[in-house]
């Protein structure tokens, strides 16, 4: 059983910075990739950036250039460092790690960005 624990999340002026944690403890494969997603009120969730060992970070254009997906495979944690934040990022970041086509969720860190 995989359970996976986010933290990090609060309210944050534009232009401001947060960082994401994200635990995960249970069965977890270094090859499948872990990562965030996040989902605005009356949206589609949608990918932010995901890591997986042996390959490069997978980052959403709306990601590229301020965020930076980082996973510590001895403490199956994964961290999203996210800069230059704007209103439009606003929204409940959720902790993801997909193993044989099965997505597992964490419960969700509320991010809010604003003045």
């Known amino acids: 059983q995989v359970q996976l624990v986010e933290s990090g999340g609060g309210l944050v002026l534009p232009g401001g910075s947060l960082r994401l944690s994200c635990a995960a403890s249970g069965s977890i494969s270094f090859s499948y990739p872990m990562g965030w997603y996040r989902q605005a009120p009356g949206k589609q969730r949608e990918l932010v950036a995901t890591i997986a060992r042996g390959s490069s970070p997978n980052y959403a254009d709306s990601a590229k250039g301020r965020f930076t997906i980082s996973r510590d495979y001895a403490k199956n944690t994964v961290h999203l460092q996210m800069n230059s934040l704007k209103p439009e990022d606003t929204a409940v970041y959720y902790c993801?790690?997909?193993?044989?086509?099965?997505?597992?969720w964490g419960q969700g860190t509320q991010v809010t960005v604003s003045s």
């Open positions: 993801n790690y997909l193993h044989a086509n099965r997505n597992y």
